[in-house]
């Protein structure tokens, strides 16, 4: 477990790991490996073989995982988010642990409910348990649109100067989304909380052809109560959103009104 009390980092001295849930090969990681080599000591990869989207923190229990070896310093995990994370921590770098876990780029966002299905925030999860400073990164994007990756490539550096620069506590997950709009557009950054919206919002039904029933689970959002500080207005609005997660789920305001009702 890593032993730094608060999140500052500096980059330039930094080994940095990249995990993602989109795989190895995905254009959201490529992106990454690309903008965070220069600003970087030493940087890996340990990624999932292939996509794995909304597998949320789920991991491998019951069948072997196994490693690959895809490169210098890079490797692939025929398993989930985090698989790859505890791989990465506890046999790829156990001798040489990281000094940031950055997860993603995710191509869509994980704002609102999302955080609870998204294998990015997963995987920065993960991380952020056994004691790293990490970050999960996300680009908003329309369905079925084009994802805006030059504006990742625009703000990234800077967004991550001023997350590193903060005493973020350890155990935190800091949770980024740029938003859907070109690089010029975005109207700058902004601390939010999570809003509500949850994916499954429409079930599409038909048979296979074998004429068995089959239903399919969209990623269509139900959206729930966006306040002005929540992300996913910051995302409306053009903005970087930046929310602090933690994992502690206890509601603390329900325990201590139950707590008045209990008899002595």
Same mark, same amino acid.
């Given at each position: 477990?890593?032993?730094?009390?608060?999140?500052?980092?500096?980059?330039?001295?930094?080994?940095?790991?990249?995990?993602?849930?989109?795989?190895?090969?995905?254009?959201?990681?490529?992106?990454?490996?690309?903008?965070?080599?220069?600003?970087?000591?030493?940087?890996?990869?340990?990624?999932?073989?292939?996509?794995?989207?909304?597998?949320?923190?789920?991991?491998?229990?019951?069948?072997?995982?196994?490693?690959?070896?895809?490169?210098?310093?890079?490797?692939?995990?025929?398993?989930?988010?985090?698989?790859?994370?505890?791989?990465?921590?506890? *046999?790829?770098?156990?001798?040489?642990?990281?000094?940031?876990?950055?997860?993603?780029?995710?191509?869509?966002?994980?704002?609102?409910?999302?955080?609870?299905?998204?294998?990015?925030?997963?995987?920065?999860?993960?991380?952020?348990?056994?004691?790293?400073?990490?970050?999960?990164?996300?680009?908003?994007?329309?369905?079925?649109?084009?994802?805006?990756?030059?504006?990742?490539?625009?703000?990234?550096?800077?967004?991550?100067?001023?997350?590193?620069?903060?005493?973020?506590?350890?155990?935190?997950?800091?949770?980024?989304?740029?938003?859907? *709009?070109?690089?010029?557009?975005?109207?700058?950054?902004?601390?939010?909380?999570?809003?509500?919206?949850?994916?499954?919002?429409?079930?599409?039904?038909?048979?296979?052809?074998?004429?068995?029933?089959?239903?399919?689970?969209?990623?269509?959002?139900?959206?729930?109560?966006?306040?002005?500080?929540?992300?996913?207005?910051?995302?409306?609005?053009?903005?970087?959103?930046?929310?602090?997660?933690?994992?502690?789920?206890?509601?603390?305001?329900?325990?201590?009104?139950?707590?008045?009702?209990?008899?002595?």
């Amino acid at each position: 477990m890593a032993a730094s009390p608060d999140w500052r980092v500096d980059l330039a001295t930094a080994r940095v790991l990249l995990v993602n849930d989109d795989g190895l090969e995905a254009p959201g990681m490529a992106l990454l490996e690309r903008l965070v080599a220069p600003l970087v000591r030493e940087l890996w990869v340990v990624a999932p073989e292939r996509e794995e989207s909304g597998t949320g923190h789920a991991f491998s229990l019951h069948r072997p995982v196994r490693l690959r070896q895809a490169g210098e310093r890079r490797f692939a995990v025929d398993g989930l988010p985090t698989d790859a994370a505890i791989l990465a921590l506890g *046999v790829v770098m156990r001798d040489a642990p990281p000094d940031l876990v950055l997860s993603g780029i995710n191509r869509g966002a994980n704002i609102g409910d999302d955080v609870t299905y998204s294998g990015t925030v997963g995987a920065a999860m993960e991380a952020a348990l056994a004691g790293f400073p990490s970050i999960a990164l996300s680009l908003d994007r329309k369905p079925l649109g084009e994802a805006q990756w030059p504006t990742v490539e625009a703000h990234l550096a800077e967004t991550l100067a001023w997350a590193l620069s903060q005493a973020w506590p350890t155990g935190a997950v800091l949770n980024v989304n740029f938003p859907d *709009v070109a690089p010029e557009a975005v109207r700058g950054r902004r601390l939010t909380r999570l809003g509500r919206r949850k994916p499954g919002g429409e079930i599409v039904s038909g048979h296979d052809p074998a004429g068995k029933p089959f239903y399919w689970i969209s990623s269509k959002r139900i959206v729930g109560t966006v306040t002005a500080d929540s992300d996913i207005r910051a995302a409306e609005e053009g903005y970087i959103s930046m929310t602090p997660l933690s994992f502690d789920m206890t509601d603390a305001a329900l325990l201590a009104r139950a707590k008045t009702g209990l008899q002595p």
